[in-house]
């Protein structure tokens, strides 16, 4: 019985250490696969004739101040590989400061290459601000646009509370500091004061769409109420500049800056060289480990998706 036992062990450690083998040389395998996938395209075009490629940037959901996405579009600006930018938008804006954020940067890679814009779904507020540097905007027919406007917006429940029993105490250092407030109305001062910061706001906004679109200051102004408009509608007014997707944005720049229609577009890299590699690997080793796990057994795990 006893080296019956031992057989048994002997036997169960050969082969998890099969199985540990084969992993491990699958993640050695696997991490060399990644490096060789990141740095594939950057050395197809340093090659003779490689050509280059044109950058996808897809700006998707709310827009915020996003550090990575400004360096990786300093970055692009200054790699000889990218011919040009292709910004991709499907947003119905964000924040401000993260407009201006991703204005600017696009802006700054203009001043050395041609950008060229394509409205998908939606592309309202923040996310009109961020076309306005691109020498060329698309839109689809049944885009939406525009909105171009600034909003804050607060609540007040100062009577809920006073029905509740519940009194708010406030210690401000001025009569301003916290305004508004949802516990307290807004005062007159605190409203003509945040009426001055909107105004401002929407005032930059404003100079940003006349010098994107090359339109008087105050031509803008009347179209700056923040109403939408379709994409059809948007062309009319000038505040885009034809109806089209990717393709007509890719034969523009055929057509204006010499970059062949057939020049491969590939998505601008927000991460670094050392993220793509160890993401890449790092899911193909997860894969591996839990496959040869499932097999020690003899069981075979087959891969299906979810409902």
């Known amino acids: 019985m006893t080296a019956s036992l031992d057989h048994d062990l002997l036997v169960d450690r050969r082969r998890l250490k099969r199985h540990l083998t084969v992993w491990r040389v699958a993640a050695v395998g696997l991490a060399a696969l990644a490096a060789f996938v990141v740095m594939r395209d950057s050395i197809s075009d340093a090659l003779p004739g490689g050509g280059g490629h044109v950058a996808r940037l897809r700006v998707e959901g709310a827009i ?30 964000g924040t401000v400061a993260g407009g201006e954020a991703l204005h600017a940067a696009i802006a700054r890679f203009r001043s050395h290459k041609p950008v060229v814009a394509v409205m998908r779904g939606t592309a309202a507020s923040a996310a009109y601000m961020i076309a306005m540097p691109a020498e060329r905007v698309f ?9 171009i ?3 804050m917006q607060s609540f007040d429940v100062s009577e809920l509370m006073g029905r509740l029993g519940v009194r708010p105490e406030t210690l401000a250092s001025a009569a301003l500091k916290g305004q508004p407030s949802p516990f307290q109305p807004l005062t007159e001062e605190g409203r003509a004061a945040l009426r001055a910061v909107i105004s401002d706001l929407h005032s930059q906004f404003v100079s940003m769409v006349a010098e994107g679109r090359r339109l008087p200051v105050e031509d803008v102004r009347i179209l700056a109420d923040g109403r939408v408009y379709t994409g059809r509608q948007a062309v009319a007014l000038k505040l885009v500049d034809a109806i089209g997707g990717e393709e007509e944005a890719r034969a523009w720049l055929e057509s204006a800056r010499a970059i062949p229609a057939t020049t491969p577009v590939r998505e601008l890299e927000t991460r670094d060289l050392s993220e793509r590699t160890f993401g890449f690997a790092l899911r ?14 003899g069981v075979r795990a087959v891969w299906q998706p979810g409902p």
């Open 64 to 93: 915020t101040d996003d550090r990575k996405v400004t360096e990786a579009l300093d970055s692009a600006a200054r790699n000889s590989a990218v011919r040009a930018l292709i910004i991709s938008i499907d947003s119905p804006g």
């Open 139 to 147: 839109a689809r027919e049944s885009t939406v646009t525009g909105s």
């Open 149 to 151: 406007g600034v909003i």
């Open 284 to 297: 193909g080793i997860a894969k591996t480990v839990i496959s040869e796990w499932l097999a020690i057994d």
